[in-house]
């Protein structure tokens, strides 16, 4: 018998015309995204809980709506992060000590897509209280689809590696210091972090002191748009047919002291940068302020939010006994760097405003997204708060500073580094600009074509 040929799943664009055209149902929408599920997660390790029965329960729903033409997302499956209240579902954050009651309401993200005709088929493992950027914790692993040795990235790994794997052609991800450009970057996505205010946040008691925002990972920039424009209840209004000449910005030097940057890395960014200048925008290197003292507020928020995130979980009857010792470590830590004055609403917005200063001249920034490839998938817990405070830093010094900055970025894949796995650039534009930016990464996308799903999971099920 003759093997199905490689066929990566339909984009989310794709399935949504089938089911609004009538040639597709959302009931086999459903079956196809949980059958891919069923073949590749014990592998992968994308999915905290599977929503069998309810998401064959809400296609059957959907399946009866009077006019299927009029949803965007029309019989989509979609992945969820496991730190959004999903209606009737635990919200688990990653964490052994929290909580398994149902949450009472949908998150208003997650209401958009299913009003938009989503269906949400699981959600998604974390890392506890998404904190790090390798996704392992009591409750499960997410391993990149690439190199299942490797992490998928985090905090948004499991979305970021049930997207690579073709097990739905869209996730919902957050990102506070990277959490969605990094899994994106890592496993060969397209992940989109938009500024302040563009979509709701409301990620535990104030989304890392605004440092967090909602956005989507997804396998082409057409689809992360798409999903975009639903999450922020209107559409991102689109760049003229011709963009004027940008002024872009090159920086492919660490904001950390003393972390290295893969040679590779630097090449991918070194590539988009000469591309856009082949298009006709204005290229010149300049780096980011990244002062030593900015570092530090930023790692301030980092602990900060760690501590209320603790405090909050605890406060909801978290077991403190299976707290996992590297968070108490963080919140320990953070509350220290608050108390010496790293901290508070007025360095924040000192902060935010000199980030934000960048942009008083340029129009576009681009850097790689990560300093190398994705890093092991395993031993994180075991090893320790400060090896992965010095990994994290290591592995992503360059998305922290544009969530201090409540900016819009994104990361786009374009090449894989010598050991095979994915490398990724990072756009990044002024508050207002994730239209510009989709624009700049649909170019990127056009003149480096890229695997939609990762190596081995696009053939048929």
């Given at each position: 018998?003759?093997?199905?040929?490689?066929?990566?799943?339909?984009?989310?664009?794709?399935?949504?015309?089938?089911?609004?055209?009538?040639?597709?149902?959302?009931?086999?929408?459903?079956?196809?995204?949980?059958?891919?599920?069923?073949?590749?997660?014990?592998?992968?390790?994308?999915?905290?809980?599977?929503?069998?029965?309810?998401?064959?329960?809400?296609?059957?729903?959907?399946?009866?709506?009077?006019?299927?033409?009029?949803?965007?997302?029309?019989?989509?499956?979609?992945?969820?992060?496991?730190?959004?209240?999903?209606?009737?579902?635990?919200?688990?954050?990653?964490?052994?000590?929290?909580?398994?009651?149902?949450?009472?309401?949908d998150h208003p993200v997650v209401a958009r897509l299913r009003a938009a005709g989503a269906i949400v088929v699981g959600l998604t493992h974390v890392p506890e209280l998404c904190l790090w950027p390798a996704t392992e914790s009591a409750l499960g692993t997410a391993r990149n689809p690439w190199n299942v040795a490797r992490t998928a990235g985090?905090?948004?790994?499991?979305?970021?590696?049930?997207?690579?794997?073709?097990?739905?052609?869209?996730?919902?991800?957050?990102?506070?210091?990277?959490?969605?450009?990094?899994?994106?970057?890592?496993?060969?996505?397209?992940?989109?972090?938009?500024?302040?205010?563009?979509?709701?946040?409301?990620?535990?008691?104030?989304?890392?002191?605004?440092?967090?925002?909602?956005?989507?990972?997804?396998?082409?920039?057409?689809?992360?748009?798409?999903?975009?424009?639903?999450?922020?209840?209107?559409?991102?209004?689109?760049?003229?047919?011709?963009?004027?000449?940008?002024?872009?910005?090159?920086?492919?030097?660490?904001?950390?002291?003393?972390?290295?940057?893969?040679?590779?890395?630097?090449?991918?960014?070194?590539?988009?940068?000469?591309?856009?200048?082949?298009?006709?925008?204005?290229?010149?290197?300049?780096?980011?302020?990244?002062?030593?003292?900015?570092?530090?507020?930023?790692?301030?928020?980092?602990?900060?939010?760690?501590?209320?995130?603790?405090?909050?979980?605890?406060?909801?009857?978290?077991?403190?006994?299976?707290?996992?010792?590297?968070?108490?470590?963080?919140?320990?830590?953070?509350?220290?760097?608050?108390?010496?004055?790293?901290?508070?609403?007025?360095?924040?917005?000192?902060?935010?405003?000199?980030?934000?200063?960048?942009?008083?001249?340029?129009?576009?920034?681009?850097?790689?997204?990560?300093?190398?490839?994705?890093?092991?998938?395993?031993?994180?817990?075991?090893?320790?708060?400060?090896?992965?405070?010095?990994?994290?830093?290591?592995?992503?010094?360059?998305?922290?500073?544009?969530?201090?900055?409540?900016?819009?970025?994104?990361?786009?894949?374009v090449a894989r580094s010598a050991d095979g796995l994915p490398l990724g650039v990072q756009l990044v534009g002024p508050p207002g600009s994730e239209a510009r930016l989709l624009a700049l990464a649909a170019l990127v996308e056009r003149a480096m074509p890229w695997p939609r799903v990762a190596p081995g999971y696009d053939a048929a099920v």
């Amino acid at each position: 018998m003759t093997p199905p040929a490689a066929r990566p799943p339909a984009t989310a664009r794709d399935t949504a015309a089938a089911v609004r055209a009538g040639t597709l149902t959302p009931n086999a929408a459903v079956e196809a995204a949980l059958a891919r599920i069923a073949a590749h997660d014990g592998r992968v390790g994308a999915f905290r809980h599977v929503r069998t029965a309810a998401a064959r329960a809400e296609a059957d729903a959907l399946a009866a709506h009077p006019d299927l033409a009029t949803l965007p997302l029309a019989g989509v499956p979609v992945a969820v992060k496991d730190n959004l209240p999903v209606a009737g579902e635990a919200m688990r954050v990653g964490s052994a000590a929290s909580s398994d009651r149902a949450q009472p309401a949908d998150h208003p993200v997650v209401a958009r897509l299913r009003a938009a005709g989503a269906i949400v088929v699981g959600l998604t493992h974390v890392p506890e209280l998404c904190l790090w950027p390798a996704t392992e914790s009591a409750l499960g692993t997410a391993r990149n689809p690439w190199n299942v040795a490797r992490t998928a990235g985090g905090s948004s790994g499991g979305s970021a590696a049930a997207v690579a794997a073709g097990m739905v052609p869209l996730a919902v991800g957050n990102d506070g210091l990277g959490s969605i450009r990094i899994p994106a970057a890592a496993c060969g996505l397209v992940g989109v972090k938009p500024g302040l205010g563009t979509v709701p946040a409301q990620i535990g008691r104030n989304a890392w002191f605004g440092y967090s925002e909602n956005g989507p990972l997804a396998t082409t920039v057409a689809d992360a748009a798409l999903m975009l424009a639903v999450m922020a209840g209107a559409p991102i209004a689109p760049p003229p047919d011709e963009l004027p000449m940008l002024r872009v910005a090159l920086s492919t030097r660490s904001p950390a002291l003393g972390v290295r940057v893969d040679p590779a890395a630097t090449a991918a960014a070194e590539r988009v940068a000469a591309l856009l200048a082949d298009a006709g925008h204005r290229l010149a290197r300049r780096d980011p302020p990244s002062p030593p003292l900015d570092a530090l507020h930023v790692l301030a928020t980092w602990g900060q939010g760690a501590a209320d995130e603790l405090d909050d979980l605890l406060a909801a009857g978290g077991d403190p006994a299976r707290v996992e010792p590297r968070t108490r470590a963080h919140a320990r830590f953070g509350r220290l760097l608050d108390k010496l004055g790293f901290g508070g609403e007025a360095a924040r917005a000192a902060l935010r405003a000199r980030f934000r200063a960048f942009f008083a001249d340029v129009d576009i920034l681009v850097t790689p997204t990560l300093a190398r490839t994705a890093i092991a998938a395993d031993g994180w817990m075991a090893g320790g708060w400060r090896r992965s405070v010095a990994a994290s830093v290591a592995f992503a010094p360059f998305p922290g500073a544009w969530n201090a900055a409540g900016v819009p970025a994104l990361t786009v894949p374009v090449a894989r580094s010598a050991d095979g796995l994915p490398l990724g650039v990072q756009l990044v534009g002024p508050p207002g600009s994730e239209a510009r930016l989709l624009a700049l990464a649909a170019l990127v996308e056009r003149a480096m074509p890229w695997p939609r799903v990762a190596p081995g999971y696009d053939a048929a099920v």
